[in-house]
């Protein structure tokens, strides 16, 4: 037997030496994944398995007290449902977002408006309009609470002083002003959120539109009703989404400030979920309570985006 | 529950914030020149407030009574009591770590961590204690039960019995102490104990009395030096000193700690409770009704609607800056008024709970809960622990400027000296004394009953001040506002009684 061999000598392939090796990090498939991977963890990690344990929990007989899992099936929504303080909290809730939606809306279109124009100081302006966003929202609601207080309370002083209250109104011991204090600390508070993404809105308009209109003899409403809304209003829709689904499962600023007092005339959905839940010690009924944001937020969420995208369409 | 106020001490450097054992900040506040010697500055309403809420609010919470240290705290003028210590009964080993709540009193907390080293070194256990915002300690005790691992022993200041599927019973240690010091106070024995499970959940070797607090110079303008009797007396004199002068009561009705316990004193003084005996739910009654009218008279002539807003240490705030003539609280407020301002704290006045028409009841300021979770690794080092902890109750009193009251009264046979004869400084020196006869006018939150985890409920999501609130606000009448309450006490009772923790 012959072992017969061939050889082949390796042919160079003309440019082939100079070509830079592929790794990794140059395909594309690989970086994409590798870049989201970060993002995806952190969701399903604080998102995703939360949530999946809100469920499991909602249809549980778990307390604080007692981690063992038992299946109960819908009890805990059926006594939720049977409790008067959910249906005061529900609507708490709704006119809370709603309000504060509208307020964050309205005064972030104002806002950015300022933070487009030209002027000195700007930046510093800038800085002072964007320290609620940026302040732990637990420091920034103590600061109202003390603002607000029952009796040292210097909005009251001021307002005493200028002749236009006799006593203290005390803000957060009636049903109305207290609504109304957390709808106004959160509307502070967001704002600046809805001001900084209305004001990307507002740099992206062409200026040959603005001109165009002003040539055409259009005044500064006019402009503002007609030209500068109609663009922003995809903008302007997502800043409302931002601010109310923020709000919605906001239970800070409530809670802060009123635990929800005056006789549950400001508690909302989350932080009655966090009574029952935690403090009360009934977390299968909590985690109910909590669930019931879900539905309700992504509806509301799916909405807003549709309307935006018939906008964008349109 | 809020008890600590500071109080800006006269001629300290103002607003001044110093860390505090435990990392926390005390901030030491000076006499403002706009203020007067009766009153309480802005600024040092700001700096209380400061401390009182930037502790809670890391946490997310407003609890006034959260890590309240003080300002110049009082002298004591005797001996402190002699530490006594008795071998374990068997060797220790290993270490043990504590969670509990920084004191109301800053001295406690550290005599207590000192107290407890020297308890390990002899011992030879490595001791590691940790004191936190007591508003924090259900959580912290929920998340490390839920975990399944965490510290081996708990203090609490409320009920803990919502735990009772995850902790050790306790009854051996309760067995011990009762061998060792005679029968516990029942105040602590139904708060300790579940009678559907035969449990000590928790226990339970002290507490703290809640007694009226009022303002001497106002009550003496209308005719009641010695402040109110009865919540009749409370009426009329709380009533005509608001009408002469503008200052209110100060009773609480908003969701927190000091309401509830406000509540459960009137509702009781009516002959109203949320359980009887057998843990059936009795809130439904004509007597609620009528401690609920009459809840709606005194809030209507004497008070405003300041009380709907109050955080833990609002009604403190009201009391020692001269906007509040009676409040209920512990002593511990008026330790720091003295300290800090004495004028202040000689004005301010003790009277037992108030006289109903059915009976003179308070509920209890604090009840100390000492629970050991299943997974704690060290369980005979925490039992040991807490013999020697209750061994040495005098100096745990006397460190508390007695603020904590023994669950074992033969411990402390010189309570009633002290109480007779402050050893902190009262003027007059007995001013305490009627903290004497507290066992009798005080109760458990569950009173007639135990406090069991519905009962625990109902207060953590302060059913009662919201009934009282409701039908006061003219939100409900008086009959609509206890059917209501009634209604979620039955829905609570309900859901833990199928967990076989509640009787009935």
Known sequence: MTD?????????????????????????????????????????????????????????????????????????????????????????????????????????????????????????????????????????????????????????????????????????????????????????????????????????????????????????????????????????????????????????????????????????LASWAYFRGIEGGDVGQGAAIALFLFPLLLAGAVAILRAVRRLEAG | MADRLNVPPAGTAPDTPTPDSHGTST????????????????????????????????????????????????????????????????????????????HFVPRHDKWFDKFVADWGKKVGVDVRVDHINTVDVPRRAASEIQAGRGHDLIQHIAPFSQYEPSVLDMTDVVQEANRRWGQQLELCRRSSFNPNTKRFYCYCPGWSPDPGDFRKSMWSKVGMPNGPASWEDLLRGAAEIKRRTGVPCGIGLSPESDSNMAARALLWSYGGAVQDENEKVVLNSDATVAAVEYMTRLFKEAETSEVFSWVPASNNQALIAGKSSYILNSISAWRTAMGANRAIGD???????????????????????????????????????????????????????????????????????????????????????????????????????PSNPAIGEIFNTNVLPTMFGRAARGQASPKQAVAEAAGRADAIFKNWRGRGLVGG
């Not at chain 1, 929504?77 to 005061?88: E, K, L, Q, S, Y």
């Not at chain 1, 009796?151 to 803000?171: A, E, Q």
Request: with cysteine; proline share 7%.
């Open chain 2, 27 to 102: 901030i030491r506040g000076g006499t403002s020149p706009h203020s007067d010697s009766h009153g309480i500055s802005r600024r040092g309403f700001l700096s209380s407030s400061a401390l009182t809420a930037g502790a809670a609010g890391a946490a997310g919470l407003l609890a006034g009574c959260a890590s309240e240290s003080s300002g110049p705290q009082a002298k004591g003028t005797g001996d402190a009591p002699k530490e006594v210590f008795t071998s374990p009964a068997k060797k220790l080993s290993g270490s043990l770590s504590i969670l509990m709540w920084s």
């Open chain 2, 347 to 449: 004005d301010i006045f003790f009277v037992p709970a108030l006289r109903g028409p059915k009976a003179s009841l308070a509920a209890q300021h604090v009840i100390q809960q000492w629970i050991v979770p299943k997974h704690a690794g060290n369980p005979d080092a925490a039992k040991e622990f807490l013999l020697h902890y209750t061994a040495n109750f005098p100096a745990v009193t006397y460190n508390s400027e007695l603020y904590d009251l023994p669950g074992w009264p033969s411990l402390v046979p010189q309570l009633d000296g002290w109480l007779d004869h402050d050893p902190w400084g009262a003027k007059p020196a007995n001013k305490l004394s009627l903290l004497k006869t507290a066992t009798s006018w005080t109760a458990n939150i569950g009173y007639p009953g």
């Open chain 1, 4 to 268: 017969a061999r061939t050889e082949t000598e390796p042919v160079a392939v003309p440019g082939e030496a100079a070509r830079p090796k592929v790794g990794l990090a140059d395909r594309d498939g690989f970086l994409a994944w590798a870049m989201l991977l970060p993002s995806v963890v952190y969701i399903a990690a604080l998102v995703g398995v939360p949530f999946l344990l809100a469920v499991a929990f909602a249809f549980s007989d778990v307390t604080t007290g007692d981690p063992s899992f038992d299946f109960v099936g819908f009890r805990n929504f059926t006594a939720v449902f049977d409790d008067g303080v959910f249906w005061r909290a529900l609507r708490n809730t709704l006119v809370f977002t709603l309000a504060s939606m509208a307020l964050i809306v309205v005064f972030g279109k104002i806002l950015a408006n300022i933070l487009v124009a030209e002027f000195r100081g700007k930046w510093f302006v800038r800085f002072l309009v964007l320290l609620p966003w940026t302040t732990p929202v637990s420091l920034s609601t103590i600061s109202w609470l003390w603002f607000l207080d029952s009796i040292y309370s210097p909005v009251d002083w001021v307002l005493r002083h200028l002749g236009l209250i006799d006593g203290n109104v005390v803000w957060l011991g009636r049903p109305g002003t207290a609504m109304a204090s957390v709808i106004a600390v959160q509307t502070w508070r967001l704002t600046p959120l809805a001001a900084v993404i209305v004001m990307a809105g507002l740099v992206a308009i062409p200026r040959d539109v603005d001109e165009a209109a002003r040539i055409d003899g259009a005044g500064f409403w006019r402009r503002m009703f007609e030209v500068t809304i109609p663009l922003t209003l995809p903008v302007i829709a997502v800043a409302g989404l931002f601010g109310a689904i923020m709000t919605f499962t906001d239970m800070t600023v409530p809670f802060v400030l009123t635990r929800g007092g005056p006789t549950h005339s400001t508690d909302v």
